[in-house]
């Protein structure tokens, strides 16, 4: 079946320092591999996506690539901000037509000034 | 501006209560979803819709039902609310193939005491 593997958190970082958030996917097919991002008191939001193998995905300074050989899809930031303290979640496609994504657990990032 | 609107943002209930959640977006979106989120789980996919009239079982129907008698708004229904589901409710919707996003609302967390 289907499952998606975070860090545990919470990440505690600096600002300015670089981010990894480590996520490895188990799934059968060709799934897309997303981001999202859940800001405090919010729902989640969209933040990068990749439909296919060595794709990279990238918004707001963040990025991850899509590797098939390893099962991984990291999610990378060069100079965090406070404003990127969040929870973030990796996620995959299921093989279906319905738009079904599988989750992983989430990895809380607090940024401190 | 895209939106997907939840009726509470919180909601106190009583063991054996029947409970509604309501979610409404405003896409013309043809898939929606229920998925509950509780601390190091990730999101677990409880119903999903892809027509009106039409639902699927996710991983976690057990002690839920849904109904979507209009396009625009999928339901929640907790027939007789117990403790253990006591969590925070979030509301997706999407077009129907597996590349696109989902759109979430802000959620309902919900106590059952």
């Known amino acids: 079946g289907n499952s998606v593997t975070q860090m545990e958190g919470p990440v505690t970082l600096s600002e300015e320092a670089f981010l990894t958030i480590n996520c490895t996917y188990t799934?059968?097919?060709?799934?897309?591999l997303f981001w999202y991002v859940q800001y405090p008191g919010e729902g989640l939001q969209l933040l990068l996506k990749?439909?296919?193998?060595?794709d990279k995905g990238s918004n707001k300074g963040f990025e991850a690539t899509y590797r098939k050989e390893t099962t991984s899809f990291h999610l990378e930031k060069g100079s965090v901000q406070v404003s990127d303290s969040a929870v973030y979640f990796c996620?995959?496609?299921?093989?279906?037509?319905?738009?079904?994504?599988?989750f992983g657990g989430g990895t809380r990032l607090m940024v401190k000034p | 501006d895209v939106k997907v609107t939840q009726s509470s943002r919180y909601l106190v209930k009583r063991t054996g209560e029947k409970v509604f959640l309501e979610c409404v977006q405003d896409?013309?979106?043809?898939?929606m979803f229920w998925y509950r989120q509780d601390p190091g789980l990730g999101l677990r996919l409880i119903y999903f819709?892809?027509?009106?009239?039409?639902?699927e079982k996710g991983d976690i129907p057990e002690g839920y039902s849904v109904s979507r008698e209009k396009k625009e708004r999928f339901s929640l229904i907790l027939e007789s609310a117990s403790t253990n589901q006591t969590s925070m409710y979030l509301c997706?919707?999407?077009?129907?193939?597996?590349?696109?996003?989902?759109?979430f609302g802000p959620g309902t967390r919900l106590t059952v005491t």
């Open positions: 997706a919707s999407s077009l129907p193939t597996g590349r696109n996003e989902q759109y």
């Open positions: 799934a059968t097919g060709y799934p897309s």
């Open positions: 990749a439909t296919k193998a060595d």
């Open positions: 996620a995959l496609s299921r093989n279906n037509a319905g738009n079904m994504l599988t």
């Open positions: 896409m013309d979106h043809e898939n």
């Open positions: 819709s892809y027509d009106v009239k039409m639902k």
